[in-house]
């Protein structure tokens, strides 16, 4: 079950970047890896935001790279992300940028909206984490540093969470509301589970 990274604009490199068979750049995702030995797999975008220079750099270094035009539909984010999955992998990891633009910003966690339920998903932005929990789904969050959020991804939620300070049992979280913002672990593991509804659940941090 092979594993793929996406890097976005404005990306933090993971530490854990070693640990993934394939990784995607979008764009100036690129750039996130300057001045290191990663050479990405595939290098995709308009390339809006990288130099010619450092496009044939990339090339040089064995990098595939495919060039889209501008007058395209998708963004560089959603082309990466579907290249990932012709790619049929199991465990799919999108890093982007907190500082980018914020039509970016705020488009990040629907790309996990393209990614099928079977294959394991996250976005990171540099510490924070946002997941999609589809309807009827369970996920487990072993406890950590950071400030858990749920929020209903595309209408009203039922949603039981067990674990923390401030559990849930069968309780509606209405689209719009902000109800779900900012809960705390209790016990070593959390469980979260969608009884009805797609729900986007964040282990966030304090800005330092």
């Given at each position: 079950?092979?594993?793929?990274?996406?890097?976005?604009?404005?990306?933090?490199?993971?530490?854990?970047?070693?640990?993934?068979?394939?990784?995607?750049?979008?764009?100036?995702?690129?750039?996130?890896?300057?001045?290191?030995?990663?050479?990405?797999?595939?290098?995709?975008?308009?390339?809006?935001?990288?130099?010619?220079?450092?496009?044939?750099?990339?090339?040089?270094?064995?990098?595939?790279?495919?060039?889209?035009?501008?007058?395209?539909?998708?963004?560089?984010?959603?082309?990466?992300?579907?290249?990932?999955?012709?790619?049929?992998?199991?465990?799919?990891?999108?890093?982007?940028?907190?500082?980018?633009?914020?039509?970016?910003?705020?488009?990040?966690?629907?790309?996990?909206?393209?990614?099928?339920?079977?294959?394991?998903?996250?976005?990171?932005?540099?510490?924070?984490?946002?997941?999609?929990?589809?309807?009827?789904?369970?996920?487990?969050?072993?406890?950590?540093?950071?400030i858990v959020s749920i929020l209903p991804?595309?209408?009203?939620?039922?949603?039981?969470?067990?674990?923390?300070?401030?559990?849930?049992?069968?309780?509606?979280?209405?689209?719009?509301?902000?109800?779900?913002?900012?809960?705390?672990?209790?016990?070593?593991?959390?469980?979260?589970?969608?009884?009805?509804?797609?729900?986007?659940?964040?282990?966030?941090?304090?800005?330092?």
């Amino acid at each position: 079950m092979s594993s793929v990274l996406i890097l976005l604009g404005g990306a933090s490199v993971p530490e854990d970047i070693d640990q993934f068979d394939h990784i995607i750049c979008a764009d100036s995702g690129y750039l996130s890896l300057s001045g290191r030995d990663t050479v990405p797999d595939h290098l995709v975008g308009d390339m809006d935001s990288i130099s010619p220079e450092v496009l044939e750099q990339a090339k040089a270094s064995g990098v595939t790279v495919t060039l889209f035009s501008p007058d395209k539909d998708l963004t560089d984010g959603e082309i990466a992300v579907r290249k990932a999955l012709s790619m049929e992998p199991g465990r799919l990891v999108i890093c982007g940028g907190r500082r980018g633009r914020l039509d970016h910003v705020l488009s990040g966690p629907h790309l996990l909206f393209l990614i099928p339920p079977y294959v394991q998903a996250e976005l990171r932005i540099e510490m924070d984490l946002i997941y999609l929990l589809r309807r009827g789904e369970m996920m487990a969050l072993g406890k950590q540093e950071g400030i858990v959020s749920i929020l209903p991804a595309r209408g009203d939620c039922v949603v039981s969470v067990k674990g923390m300070r401030w559990d849930l049992e069968n309780e509606r979280l209405e689209f719009g509301s902000t109800r779900g913002i900012h809960n705390e672990f209790r016990d070593v593991e959390a469980v979260i589970r969608s009884i009805s509804g797609d729900l986007f659940v964040m282990v966030v941090h304090e800005p330092g």
